[in-house]
Structure formats: structure tokens, C-alpha cells
């Protein structure tokens, strides 16, 4: 009687520890990281301007009408941080956005988190650390997305293009927002311009397209702009301005 009695107990506690599998939330038409240069070639002043810009993007009524109109009308978004190789955050986490209400939450959550700036920037790594956040997302997406934003080319890490030939690899579309910073980066011109490299050694994937703010002010338009392409998963000219 006792032998069975620690039998019992002893199945019970395996499965106890038999973990079901994990279910996804419900599913939604886009799954999208933001990865957003937070490098010191950024001021207060600029950075302020683009998380201004990203807030004012999502909450924007255009950019809720596209995303109602979907397919499963929703989406699910993570805004991610980043600055040299040793540098990447989760700032908000996965959210689900399906209204207006949703937009306007998630743009006050970003209004409240605080703020880091670190020395040098690297694009692999912004790349590196989205894709693995892609692959912690909890909602079944039809389309998996990273918008990569920065005003400096890769300075720090490995080279930007073997980041996004592994994000490409497993079905990723990387699409780009350069801001067109007419001041040098740390006193140096970048090798060529901005929009011309994101467009050659950061996008890629099905559809992915460059849209270039030509300056911090513009930035929550061209952010707009960006937006409703990605949730329509509309093709287009590879290069615009915004």
C-alpha cells in the first residue's frame, strides 16, 4: 500500500511538472518591432522629437483606420532601444493594438518610460536583438516586420548586413527609416549617404522599403507615412522621402 501511495505521488509531482504547450494570444495581421537608435549622436532635444514622433504615429487616427482594416484588424507591437554592440532594450513590451483606445495607451506608456543614450551605434546588434524579440512574440502574425530608425550607419559590432541576412532568413522584412542628420557623425561624414546605405545593407525581406526623414522635425511624418505601407503590406519603390 505504501509503494503505491509514493507511486501516486510521485506521478503526480512528474506531472506537475509537464508544461503544456505554449498557446499563442489571438492572432493579428502584423507583428512589428520598432528598433530605435538611442546612440549619443541623438541630443535630448532629437530624441524627444522622434519618441514624439513614433507616439503621435501610432495614436494617429490614419494609422487606426489602417490597422482596423485588416485582415484580422490588429496588430501586435514591441518598441526596442538600442545604441553600441553591448546596448539593446525591451522598452514596451508586446502590446496588441485593435482601436483607437489601444493606440492612445500604448502612446502614453511610451511617453513614461524613461530614457538611456549610449556612445556608438550598431545596427547588427538593434537587428540582432528585434529578431530575437520577433521570436518571444506571443500573438500568430501573418507578417513579421522590424523598422529600424537611426541617423548614423554601423559603427560598433559585426557588419549590419549579416544581422539582416539572418532576420531575412526566417522569413523577416526589415524595412528602414534613416534620418538625414546633416551633422556628422562623432565629427565623421558617413562613407555614403544614410538613405543609400539603409537601403543596401539594412532592409530586406518581402516588400521592405526605406522611407528617409530629412530631419528630426519630419520624422513623426515619414514614422506616419511608414506605418500604414507596413500594416497594409503594400509594395512600392524601394527608396522614399518622407
Request: proline share 7%; glycine share 10%; charged share 25%.
Amino acid at each position: 500500500m505504501r509503494r503505491r501511495s509514493l507511486l501516486a505521488v510521485a506521478g503526480a509531482a512528474a506531472s506537475l511538472h509537464r508544461v503544456p504547450p505554449a498557446r499563442a494570444e489571438e492572432p493579428v495581421d502584423v507583428a512589428l518591432v520598432m528598433a530605435v537608435d538611442v546612440s549619443r549622436s541623438i541630443d535630448e532635444d532629437e530624441a524627444r522629437l522622434q519618441r514624439e514622433g513614433y507616439r503621435a504615429a501610432v495614436s494617429d487616427p490614419r494609422v487606426v483606420e489602417a490597422i482596423r482594416g485588416g485582415m484580422l484588424g490588429s496588430v501586435a507591437v514591441a518598441y526596442t532601444e538600442w545604441a553600441g554592440v553591448e546596448y539593446q532594450r525591451l522598452v514596451i513590451p508586446w502590446t496588441r493594438i485593435a482601436s483607437q483606445r489601444d493606440a492612445e495607451a500604448w502612446a502614453e506608456a511610451l511617453a513614461q518610460a524613461p530614457r538611456a543614450s549610449l556612445s556608438w551605434t550598431s545596427v547588427s546588434g538593434g537587428i540582432d536583438h528585434a529578431r530575437r524579440v520577433l521570436g518571444e512574440c506571443p500573438y500568430e502574425a501573418t507578417r513579421r516586420v522590424i523598422d529600424v530608425s537611426g541617423d548614423g550607419v554601423n559603427n560598433s559590432g559585426p557588419p549590419a548586413e549579416q544581422a539582416r541576412d539572418r532576420a531575412v532568413a526566417e522569413g523577416i522584412t526589415i524595412n528602414g527609416l534613416p534620418i538625414l542628420n546633416d551633422r556628422p557623425t562623432f565629427g565623421r561624414p558617413p562613407p555614403v549617404p544614410l538613405d543609400i546605405y539603409f537601403r543596401e545593407s539594412v532592409i530586406g525581406g518581402a516588400g521592405a522599403f526605406v522611407i528617409a526623414a530629412e530631419d528630426f522635425e519630419a520624422f513623426g511624418q515619414a514614422v506616419r507615412r511608414k506605418l500604414i505601407r507596413e500594416i497594409a503590406g503594400r509594395d512600392g519603390p524601394g527608396l522614399m522621402r518622407g
